[in-house]
């Protein structure tokens, strides 16, 4: 079947030529684009398995980064800014650990994170696994996720920096737990991610060790508040 030339760019996101400063005035709050080298980068609408993938990643790391207050998770659209005179991305998740959040601003996180993960689409592949991977290795991104949901695809890349500032690749989709060094004590099954819309985050969540403590302790304290406020509204 012949795709017609309209279909096929369709399937590229769109690029304007302007300013770092011109991009800050055009950008709104809601614009999915990327800033590289003074070319704007307009991302396609992404695809319903890339928002499902992303809405389970970003629910399981913010229950754990909550429980144990590690830092903050965040979610595009937002803006990365890795170096002063570099691009400006919008990674679908990051994350930042506490000791780090001296970086995160009202309007953008400066510097690198210490987690970011890339869910690939048709439009974004060597953008994730060729632009992002240079960009985020020497940023000093710690770790890289890129995970590819698509039908018949399913791959699930991991790397971190080595001792020399490099990537290597730690593990893939072949694993059944990937581990990770930025998050102490988490860690993920790969075949959660083919099952993002149908496995419960919660009870994936508890399959971590420490989290069903986390939580038991949590409800526990929120139970003593509530009783404690109940008690002082009695004597009142």
């Known amino acids: 079947m012949t795709v017609s030339s309209a279909t096929k760019m369709e399937t590229k996101p769109a690029r304007l030529k302007m300013s770092y400063e011109e991009f800050l005035e055009w950008a709104g709050e809601d614009t999915h684009a990327e800033w590289v080298e003074g070319e704007v980068i307009i991302h396609m609408p992404p695809k319903n398995i890339h928002q499902v993938t992303l809405s389970f990643l970003h629910r399981l790391l913010g229950l754990f980064v909550e429980l144990?207050?590690?830092?903050k998770v965040g979610i595009a659209p937002f803006e990365v800014k890795l170096k002063p005179g570099g691009s400006s991305r919008e990674p679908d998740i990051f994350f930042i650990a506490t000791e780090n959040l001296d970086r995160l601003t009202e309007d953008r996180l400066v510097g690198p994170a210490d987690l970011i993960i890339e869910i690939v689409s048709s439009d974004s592949i060597r953008r994730d696994r060729h632009d992002k991977f240079k960009e985020y290795c020497e940023a000093g991104v710690r770790e890289y996720w890129i995970i590819d949901p698509r039908p018949g695809k399913q791959r699930a890349d991991f790397f971190r920096l080595d001792e020399a500032g490099q990537y290597e690749l730690y593990a893939t989709e072949d694993d059944e737990c990937v581990p990770s060094q930025v998050l102490p004590g988490f860690w993920l099954r790969p075949a959660w991610l083919w099952q993002a819309d149908t496995?419960?985050?919660?009870?994936?969540?508890?399959?971590?060790?420490?989290?069903?403590?986390a939580l038991l302790q949590q409800i526990e304290q929120v139970s003593q508040s509530r009783q404690g406020d109940?008690?002082?509204?009695?004597q009142e």
Do not use: D, R
């Open 199 to 213: 496995v419960n985050v919660l009870t994936c969540s508890l399959e971590i060790e420490g989290v069903a403590a």
């Open 68 to 71: 144990f207050n590690l830092g």
């Open 230 to 234: 109940e008690e002082a509204t009695t």
